[in-house]
């Protein structure tokens, strides 16, 4: 599975890191378009949220979240968002035994 950057207007792909990109998820840019965000469609009952660092070209598991098989359309992506200063994500999840909302405060992780 590649994840490809489109060039805008022209042909040109170009796929980013194969070897960290093994799965498919959402993605968005940070607002400063240094970071990737992604999620992981299930994995043995779990949904990963991960960055990746477009500069440095390297990758961490930000967290895993438990997410139950699918029953009666109760399912739940993690989507994860960006906040407009880029210092905080959020995140849909199920991991307490409800749909819930969380944030994530990543300023540690995006200011260094």
Do not use: K
């Not at 997410?67 to 849909?92: E, K, T, Y």
């Amino acid at each position: 599975m590649d994840l490809l950057l489109f060039t805008d207007r022209t042909r040109h792909t170009e796929a980013l890191d194969a070897a960290y990109f093994i799965r498919d998820g959402h993605c968005s840019y940070s607002p400063d378009l240094n970071w990737l965000l992604y999620d992981s469609y299930p994995i043995d009952d779990y949904r990963y949220l991960y960055l990746y660092d477009l500069q440095r070209r390297c990758g961490i598991t930000l967290g895993a979240f438990y997410s139950p098989a699918p029953s009666n359309d109760f399912r739940c992506d993690l989507h994860p968002r960006w906040s407009p200063n880029g210092q905080q994500i959020s995140f849909d999840s199920l991991h307490e035994g409800y749909r819930g909302v969380y944030r994530m405060d990543l300023s540690g992780i995006v200011s260094a």
